[in-house]
């Protein structure tokens, strides 16, 4: 299996200091960008490779890239979104652990690609030991000359920062964490206009996660062509998953895109601890419906075929539960999560996950009330499709779809006492 | 304007382009509901209740952020739509403490009107859903209850936006956001805009509260009386107590004056000296060291026949009749002609001293064109001299942030002190005290720039801006305050003429240039400073045309016209209407009390303060005073000229009395009575031509104040063909201007007295760093010496000395 982004993790950290890095192949890409392509044909180069944000929403890169006006009065801008904040994924963090310049060449060539002369890594605040990684390595490419002025003496400016977050799940949202790099609270903005033509500061920005930038540099060293074979035809490359929960083996596995769900997890993670049956699988990062065992079986790792079982790819944070999993437990925990993180901006999310909460906490006192689970069903319906920014949605889509796979374990959280039943009769 | 069709509803509409939806349908009799989206405060599209369905646009749109387009086909209702609109109505309802019965804003509540209009008649949510927070004050003037909030933020961006302060913001997250401020107390100019605007009874005036409800209060359009912008207020008033003025009530009624929805903090909260216990309630006389309580036939007939004594022994000119700059028309016009044709005296003048804009000097020429609020809000560039008018006319200063925000206009600034609107300025030069008129100079010929430059200590460089910005703008709006003394101002006159743009293109290539600079600009990234123009995209695109929705913007005739910050509510109506005493040949009020004891026996003295108004020259004054024969004094309040008085009658406040008053815009406003007169308070006028009917010269009016103001539509011609009945129908009507004639003036001569003032001004004031110390504070709220709820509660407010704009 051809190993795009995972190649260094063997390493164990010796990747971080530039001479290995340079030593296994680190920075040709680079060079190669600079010294025999235009900026458009880097773009024209990760368009045919099909390469998609790996961040959640899997839109095609390299037509964010082109959505970036040529000619703009204001100075361009390239952000790398590594506030990692989706329960389940931790992909990131290990690529800028393992492999720091992967993603500051990346960074670069999209920064040539794009004629923008500063850019930023919003870092997660929790990953503060991998800010200190980052900016040593950033210290290495500016000795270098990888940043700084007249790079490679192509005469053109490079700089590179890293911004730490300060906890908030919000700022991953794209426009949110433009505010909060831009020194403002983390609220998400009104779109459009799209961050490529307004983003930070005014300017056109394009807004990647950490695994998007870190496969440009392969796809520019070999062809856009060979990392599209590499996965199906609408999701090119590989992937990174976070597999997590009752498996043998967790950690994070680089595989091509379409590689069935269920190989992965029974082969390479080893299959579920202690024997037990799978129940259920939230395929791409909490914000995503679960899935059923059996959806499992069918389920590709794609956009396309997961979408296809009426969930998402996400940001490839596989939550495997076995049997002895209560999902109404885990849907409350999550609900929790949302509910914890809604910056407040609008109505449905701000008062919608406030209600879930308040309805899972007396269910989860065993003292939910006939018509609850309905309600629950009800308001996150309210909220889905109706709120500012994404956060609503993937408040909502967890709700639903567990109530919709696992009745049962929600059922079980009504207390039918007679005075009730006959109160509900009488409705 | 270019226009758009669409379908709203299928019925095809036509709209001002880049418009917003929200904005079409309202016009076009489809209200949405809405409580984020307010007129003229960036979109935030957070309460979804405005959601309608687009064509061709998969999810439900927001209306309050899509601007219309051709061809746009719209749903309005629907039963997805009903469903998400009662859906968001449950939501903030479920954490909503629903405890109308006993919050000041149910029956005018937003959150009311639209659960009636668009939510269900029952809800899921329980009781034990709610999370329940405390009600707190956090500023003198404002009542806070977290809990029945819909975080809207209209108060927030109404701070930030509106008032530039900064003062409330959204804290903490998710469900737990409520509107506060850094520390929990708010430092502010206690504008209370943000309670106005509030949807709910989150924020709620402390004045107010558990005053009266809606529903018994009797609210009636008036004009506020305590600045020359002259607001339209509603005077809500219930049991004959005046007790609320607002600029928006809850369910978005206006007076329609000239400031739509905005009142600042001395409009709404010094309206108590209506009802102040310091009212003089009865005519008194005084009866050797007291003065004595009287009936009205009494004092009405001692100041009769004390006048005519005199008159008989001394002649009419050794009379003389003050009236105050913030009397009505009709007040004034009667002290005129009483004194005019009673006493037989020239000396009629209405208070004002060096200290204020010489009205005389900026009348010399003709009107000049005045600019309203609204060609305010419209120019390419505001030349701002002296004043500061975010202190002393809050709504000219609100016109200015928001030409600037949201019209990209240019702010020049000349000015001996510092002012907030410095944030908005291009360019704002800070000059030695005194010297403003210096600039006006270095305007008018650049060839002594250099000699102006050293009289007003600024930098040449600067001076060649600011004349180079006014010579290439197309509409120019020059607002000057007292600080420009009395050949400058004549000298504005000169303006039309002298900085006459070369060209239209010059001037829209500068446009476009400035513009061009405002996008290259950097946005700053301190979140407290919020971009000086406005960055969203969709207002840039909405050219507003006005606060009013699809009108065109008010364009003056000539390129500059002028907005003179005078410093009391009707000091433009009294010189309009002839009290001026230059205009009638008689001495000055200044005059008359320095004349006092010599020329000068006796002083009828309407509504102002001689002693107060002193200067630090009391004792003076006092000693002049007490030379007097007789000192008759028409007031509200025992002040200490009445205290030294010969007769006092008790007057009527704006309140209690109608007639008209003229702002600094030129419009003749209507000011209704809202209550009745309080104890045996009566109108100014009334008193005096009684007096005059005792005399001998009955007026005619027969108690009918609008026989007066049609006496003086017949005699003053800028005020020709305007009634009451039409000034009550039409609202502010402007007085025709009738521009100077560039060659009735004699410019070589007005230069060179401009020339000569300079040079005074270089000799005499020494540079000395400590002349540019601030002198701004107080001065506004000095000039009322009212004891308001206003003034006690600044005080009182939480151990706080004093607030940050209207120190007590």
């Not at chain 2, 009419?316 to 005129?336: K, Y």
């Amino acid at each position: 299996m051809t190993k795009v982004l995972t190649t260094r993790f063997d390493l164990k950290g010796e990747a971080c200091d530039i001479d290995v890095y340079i030593k296994t192949g680190g920075y040709a890409a680079l060079e190669k960008a600079f010294r025999e392509m235009t900026p458009e044909a880097v773009i024209e180069e990760v368009k045919k490779s099909a390469l998609r944000g790996r961040g959640g929403a899997g839109f095609p890169t390299g037509m964010k890239w082109s959505f970036v006006p040529k000619e703009s009065k204001r100075p361009k801008y390239v952000v790398c979104n590594a506030d990692e904040s989706e329960p389940g994924t931790g992909k990131d963090r290990d690529l800028m652990r393992w492999d720091p310049h992967m993603l500051i060449e990346g960074m670069l060539i999209t920064a040539y690609a794009l004629n923008a002369r500063d850019s930023y890594i919003y870092i997660r605040g929790e990953y503060w030991y991998i800010k200190e990684i980052l900016e040593r390595a950033i210290a290495q490419a500016y000795e270098r000359g990888y940043l700084g002025k007249n790079v490679l003496g192509s005469g053109r400016e490079f700089n590179l920062y890293v911004h730490p977050g300060a906890g908030a799940y919000i700022c991953g949202e794209e426009t949110a964490l433009l505010e909060s790099l831009e020194g403002k609270r983390g609220h998400p903005r009104l779109k459009p206009p799209f961050p490529a033509v307004v983003g930070l500061y005014g300017g056109p920005t394009v807004v990647n996660n950490v695994e998007t930038l870190a496969a440009v540099p392969w796809i520019i060293s070999n062809g856009g062509d060979a990392y599209r074979a590499l996965g199906t035809e609408k999701s090119g490359g590989t992937k990174l998953f976070t597999v997590s929960g009752h498996i043998v083996r967790p950690g994070n596995y680089e595989v091509p895109m379409g590689y069935p769900m269920s190989k992965l997890i029974y082969e390479d993670c080893g299959g579920i601890r202690n024997g037990k049956k799978l129940k259920a699988v939230i395929p791409g990062g909490s914000s995503v419906p679960i899935i059923t065992a059996e959806e499992v079986e069918k389920c590709g790792l794609d956009y396309e075929s997961v979408a296809a079982v009426g969930s998402m790819l996400g940001s490839g944070g596989v939550i495997v539960m076995d049997e002895t999993v209560d999902i109404f437990e885990t849907t409350r925990n999550l609900t929790h999560f949302y509910h914890h993180e809604s910056c407040g901006w609008c109505t449905p999310c701000r008062e919608g996950t406030r209600w879930l909460q308040k309805v899972f906490e007396r269910m989860h006192r065993y003292e939910g009330r006939p018509g609850d689970v309905e309600l629950l069903h009800e308001l996150a319906d309210k909220i889905l499709g109706k709120s500012f920014c994404p956060l609503g949605d993937a408040a909502a889509m967890p709700v639903q779809s567990a109530i919709d796979k696992f009745r049962e374990d929600f059922d079980r959280r009504i207390k039918h006492d007679l005075v009730q039943i006959k109160m509900h009769a009488a409705d | 304007m270019e226009t758009v069709k669409l379908t709203i509803d299928g019925v095809e509409v036509t709209a001002p382009k880049g418009e917003l939806l929200i904005e079409v349908c309202e016009m076009n009799g489809v209200y949405l509901p809405r409580f984020c989206h307010f007129r003229g405060l960036t979109p935030q599209a957070s309460c979804r209740m405005c959601v309608v369905r687009v064509d061709k646009i998969p999810k439900l749109q927001t209306a309050c952020t899509m601007p219309v387009a051709d061809g746009m086909v719209v749903t309005t209702a629907s039963d997805e739509i009903e469903d998400v609109r009662s859906g968001m109505i449950e939501f903030l309802l479920s954490n909503h403490p629903v405890d109308c019965p006993v919050c000041d804003r149910a029956g005018e509540c937003e959150l009311q009107d639209q659960t009636f209009g668009f939510g269900e008649d029952r809800t899921r949510s329980r009781f034990e859903d709610k999370e329940p927070t405390l009600e707190r004050q956090i500023s003198p003037f404002i009542y806070n209850d977290p809990q029945r909030c819909v975080t809207c933020k209209r108060c927030t961006r109404v701070c930030e936006e509106w008032m530039d302060e900064f003062a409330i913001t959204a804290v903490n997250r998710g469900s737990h956001t409520v509107i506060s401020s850094f520390g929990g107390w708010v430092e502010c100019s206690d504008c209370g805009n943000c309670v106005d605007v509030c949807p709910t009874g989150t924020l709620l005036h402390v004045p107010y509260k558990y005053v009266a409800r809606p529903w018994d209060l009797k609210q009636t359009p008036t004009i506020c009386n305590y600045c020359s912008d002259g607001c339209s207020i509603l005077a809500g008033t219930r049991s004959e107590q005046f007790i609320r003025a607002v600029a928006r009530d809850g369910r978005g009624r206006t007076a329609g004056g000239i400031n739509n929805d905005f009142l600042c903090a001395l409009g709404r909260y010094t309206i108590d000296a209506v009802h102040s216990p310091q009212r003089i309630d009865r005519p008194m006389i005084r009866r050797g060291e007291y003065l004595v309580p009287a009936t009205w036939d009494e004092a009405l007939n001692f100041a009769a026949s004390k006048l005519a004594e005199i008159k008989n022994d001394d002649g009419g000119a050794a009379l003389g009749a003050i009236g105050a700059a913030r009397l009505l028309n009709e007040d004034l016009f009667v002290l005129g002609k009483f004194a005019a044709e009673t006493l037989g005296t020239p000396n009629a003048d209405f208070y004002h001293d060096e200290d204020e804009i010489d009205t005389a000097s900026f009348f010399r020429y003709g009107i000049p064109v005045l600019a309203t609020q609204e060609h305010i809000q419209n120019a390419d560039t505001i030349i701002l001299i002296g004043s500061d008018p975010n202190e002393e006319n809050p709504l000219t200063a609100f016109s200015i942030r928001w030409a600037v925000r949201q019209k990209s206009a240019r702010l020049l600034m000349v000015n001996s002190m510092p002012s907030r609107l410095e944030r908005q300025a291009e360019r704002a030069i800070r000059v030695r005290e005194g010297s403003e008129g210096a600039v006006v100079e270095a305007l008018l010929a650049p060839s002594r720039i250099e000699a102006t430059a050293a009289a007003a200590g600024v930098g040449v460089d600067d001076l060649r801006f600011v004349r180079q910005v006014l010579l290439e703008s197309e509409r120019v709006v020059v607002i000057f305050g007292d600080e420009l003394k009395a050949t400058a101002v004549e000298a504005l006159a000169l303006f039309e003429t002298q900085l006459a743009t070369p060209s239209a293109d010059v001037a829209t290539a500068a446009r476009n240039a400035h513009l061009d600079a405002l996008q290259r600009q950097v946005r700053s990234t301190n979140s407290t400073n919020k971009p000086a123009v406005n960055e969203n995209p969709f207002t840039s695109i909405v050219a507003h045309p006005t606060l009013e929705v699809g009108a065109e913007p008010a364009r003056t005739s000539t390129k500059f016209s002028f907005v003179p910050l005078f410093r009391y509510s009707n000091s433009l109506g009294a010189c309009l209407i002839g009290m001026d005493a230059s205009l009638r040949g008689g001495l000055s009020a200044q005059a008359m009390i320095n004349g006092s004891g010599g020329g000068i026996q006796a002083l009828y003295v309407v509504g102002e303060d001689l002693l107060g108004k002193a200067n630090g020259d009391e004792s003076h004054v006092r000693t002049q005073l007490g030379k007097l024969k007789l000192l008759i004094v028409q007031d509200q309040f025992m002040t200490e000229t009445a205290k030294s008085a010969h007769v006092v009658f008790p007057s009527t406040s704006f309140a209690e009395s109608q007639g008209t008053q003229v702002n600094n815009a030129g419009q003749v406003q209507l000011v209704r009575r809202v209550i009745p007169p309080v104890g045996q308070a009566r109108p100014d006028w009334m008193i005096t031509s009684s007096i005059a009917k005792l005399m001998g010269s009955d007026f005619g009016y027969q108690g009918q104040v609008r026989a007066i103001f049609k006496e003086i539509s017949e005699r003053v011609n800028a005020c020709a063909g305007l009634t009451h009945n039409r000034l009550a129908n039409e609202g502010a009507i402007q007085v025709s201007a009738a521009p100077p004639d560039s060659a009735g003036i004699d410019r070589a001569d007005l230069l060179a007295r401009l020339s000569a003032e300079t040079d005074r001004i270089n000799k005499e004031i020494e540079v000395d760093s400590s002349e540019l110390t601030a002198k701004a504070g107080s001065r506004l709220h000095g000039r009322y010496p009212l004891q308001t709820r206003y003034s006690e509660m600044l005080k009182a407010g939480d151990g706080r000395e004093s607030p940050v704009v209207f120190p007590a």
